[in-house]
């Protein structure tokens, strides 16, 4: 089967399977200030992402934090409760701990896939990474204040502060939830991130983390909590983090989309042992992964991969495809994904004007020597 993309082949002679594709550990970098970076695709390849290649995107300056003050640091909640107050990590401590495996994606992931192209962060694929978060759940923390009984959101505020476009006044970042949601066990205040104190890269001393929304929702080095009776308008409400496609269609942005990827082998691989493993990753926000299929003749037949390594139901799922025994030639390699709820990945992204939700197929173009 003939490559379908305009890149065949490539520079990079791998003796696959055997050989280890080549490892690069540190961040893809995307922009430097503020700081915003990929997984590299050398580190996408196990089920947890370590700390120091989990993606990152800030949208302001990292605040000026020294893991000294974890012990100190506070939370202050307010708005529409009966008695306003702080929360400090002694305080925290005495709560039951929560540990969740969750997947965390960029709602901007995959932008560079979008034609024509859309402002924002030119993200590749390596805007998604998972982590073992431990924390508290937010419900149990907040069912000790006295809220009113018309509360429709919480409010969540970062340290983080800037200007986000030049006529924007200086503010902090911040990202409402309805109650339900923000309410539901299984959001949690986290102080810890695969079994260490949680990095001011990553947020820490103290972020949201919010299963099965993108990032944006997770928010992070957090220090205030807001009930509303009111919805939250703020900019990065209502004005980033819209679906606005170019039928005035517009929606806020929540839920990962399914979504799947390949991670091994990386485009324009040569390959030349047989049998060779297909693998990479799928996750969807709405529900877990319930089947993967992958392509080798570009989408024309599709066949089932094999789920290894654990199943959470807030992180994404490993998979595998023995492909045996290909003629020579160039491939269109191809994988798609189905949740437990029926949504399947699409073969194409939608477009909308900020680049969010890009979840279509992804094609993989090799050789076979």
Not at 60 to 81: C, K, M, R, Y
Not at 242 to 269: A, C, D, H, Q, W
Request: net charge negative; glycine share 8%; proline share 8%.
């Amino acid at each position: 089967m003939h490559c379908k993309c305009s890149k065949a082949g490539g520079p990079q002679i791998m003796d696959s399977p055997r050989v280890a594709r080549p490892i690069n550990r540190t961040l893809k970098p995307v922009e430097s200030t503020p700081l915003i970076g990929e997984t590299p695709d050398s580190a996408l390849d196990s089920w947890l992402t370590p700390n120091s290649v989990f993606y990152i995107r800030n949208h302001f300056d990292s605040p000026a934090i020294s893991d000294l003050q974890n012990t100190d640091w506070t939370i202050h909640v307010e708005g529409a409760i009966e008695n306003p107050a702080d929360i400090s990590f002694s305080d925290l401590s005495k709560f039951p701990k929560r540990t969740l495996a969750v997947t965390l994606e960029c709602a901007g992931n995959n932008r560079t896939d979008l034609t024509p192209k859309v402002p924002g962060n030119q993200f590749e694929s390596g805007a998604v990474s998972t982590a073992v978060w431990a924390g508290v759940s937010l419900s149990q923390v907040i069912s000790s204040f006295e809220i009113d009984t018309d509360a429709v959101e919480l409010l969540f505020e970062g340290a983080d502060s800037g200007k986000p476009e030049p006529e924007e006044n200086t503010q902090h970042f911040q990202r409402s939830l309805p109650m339900t949601v923000a309410t539901h066990p299984d959001t949690i205040l986290a102080f810890e991130m695969n079994g260490e104190p949680i990095g001011v890269a990553h947020g820490g001393p103290l972020r949201l983390i919010v299963p099965g929304w993108y990032g944006m929702a997770s928010v992070k080095w957090l220090q205030k909590i807001t009930v509303l009776n009111t919805p939250y308008e703020g900019y990065f409400q209502t004005h980033k983090y819209m679906f606005r496609s170019e039928e005035n269609y517009e929606r806020p942005v929540s839920v990962m989309r399914v979504k799947s990827l390949i991670t091994s082998p990386s485009s324009g691989t040569n390959l030349k042992e047989f049998p060779h493993p297909i693998g990479g990753f799928a996750w969807s926000g709405n529900a877990e992964i319930d089947t993967v299929e992958v392509s080798t003749d570009g989408g024309s037949t599709w066949n089932p991969a094999n789920f290894v390594g654990p199943s959470d139901k807030y992180s994404w799922r490993q998979w595998t495809f023995p492909w045996t025994n290909p003629n020579k030639g160039h491939y269109t390699l191809i994988s798609r994904a189905k949740d437990k709820m029926g949504n399947l990945q699409p073969k194409e992204s939608s477009w909308n004007e900020l680049g969010y939700e890009v979840n279509g197929t992804k094609s993989i173009c090799v050789n076979v020597l």
